[in-house]
């Protein structure tokens, strides 16, 4: 793939919107040294850095919880709203509706998305709203110590809290289930596989539920441990090998590739991703293929990875409505208010 350059005259840390990595910084971060939450973190500001994004084109939206302290380390110029626990899947519904030139990041976890806000989440899905929505997922409420989340493997036993008796809510089992249009998971620990799942995710249209197993080094960090380091590196089975194109980008194999290796996506804004399947013949726009497959991890507790599903043809909630181009949020009271003669002219049928 042939690398971007920066704008002319333009120093070479520089993007092609003419800012630097530390524009898309955050301030420094308050949790834990080695929390998994802190390399998505850095991974988003990379992302977004390479993706040429202006930060003020973006809105950052999350609940409660250690993942939604997260936007704060990232994009500080960036509109963002922290809200309720469980209820940020509406708080970024009704932003985006009134301003769809906006790109909306939603950050959660497993506690604010799959406990208290799950029928938030999955009603968020249904409707595709046009948004990443980002699941910090380390199997325990690690901000008020550490006790089992919804998404905690049955059996595991914690010092603290003793064994979790109940089966786990897997997060793209339930994304699938809900019709989302974009469904990936990705482990903390393979920063560059993150990565470019972000810069896909991004450029979808519509919702793109990123799942990101990230450890908890405080209170679930255990080699056995289904969210810890060890288990994710010794267990993760990556279906491809990812790379995004941004639309400006020629596209340049290494080598001649064989029939059926690779599969292209094409996105609504001319980027394309590439997948290099490793499972052959693997096929991300089929979406009882994703159930299969995750069905199959399950049982042999293996932590895939990759892009589970696409679907670029869906139609996302705003594009349903017949609204003007000028975002909601921008209109005035002339735009709003009829004309003179349409108001004479109901009052004369009335009456």
């Not at 997260?70 to 519904?93: D, K, Q, V």
């Not at 939603?106 to 968020?124: E, L, N, R, T």
């Not at 290099?276 to 089929?286: A, F, V």
Request: net charge negative; proline share 5%; aromatic share 8%.
């Amino acid at each position: 793939m042939s690398q971007a350059l920066p704008m002319a005259g333009a120093p070479a840390n520089t993007n092609k919107a003419g800012l630097t990595k530390n524009d898309y910084r955050g301030n420094p971060t308050t949790l834990c040294q080695g929390c998994g939450h802190n390399s998505i973190s850095n991974q988003i500001v990379a992302a977004l850095f390479e993706m040429d994004i202006v930060p003020e084109d973006v809105m950052k939206f999350s609940g409660i919880g250690c993942s939604s302290k997260s936007p704060t380390y990232f994009l500080n110029r960036t509109f963002g709203f922290n809200s309720l626990h469980g209820r940020m899947p509406s708080i970024a519904t009704g932003a985006l509706f009134a301003d769809i030139k906006m790109k909306g990041i939603g950050v959660s976890g497993d506690g604010d998305s799959a406990s208290i806000g799950m029928g938030q989440f999955k009603h968020v899905m249904r409707r595709n709203v046009n948004m990443l929505y980002i699941v910090e997922n380390n199997g325990v409420y690690g901000l008020t110590k550490g006790q089992f989340s919804a998404t905690a493997e049955k059996g595991l036993h914690l010092k603290k809290q003793g064994e979790n008796p109940y089966m786990p809510v897997d997060i793209c089992m339930e994304a699938l289930v809900s019709n989302a249009s974009f469904v990936a998971r990705s482990f903390a620990g393979n920063p560059k596989q993150v990565k470019e799942l972000l810069k896909a995710a991004i450029s979808h249209e519509g919702i793109a539920v990123l799942d990101i197993i990230s450890p908890c080094v405080t209170f679930n960090n255990q080699e056995n441990a289904f969210h810890s380091y060890a288990w994710g590196k010794d267990h993760e089975e990556p279906l491809h090998e990812i790379s995004y194109i941004a639309p400006r980008n020629e596209i340049i194999l290494e080598r001649e590739m064989e029939e059926g290796e690779i599969r292209e996506v094409a996105m609504h804004d001319g980027s394309t991703v590439i997948l290099k399947n490793l499972e052959k013949g693997y096929d991300p726009t089929n979406r009882f293929e994703a159930l299969r497959v995750m069905e199959e991890a399950q049982r042999n507790n293996w932590l895939v990875t990759g892009l589970l599903y696409i679907n670029t043809a869906k139609p996302t909630l705003t594009s349903i409505y017949n609204l003007v181009d000028t975002p909601l949020n921008s209109l005035t009271e002339t735009d709003l208010r009829p004309e003179r003669s349409a108001i004479d002219k109901v009052n004369a049928l009335m009456f």
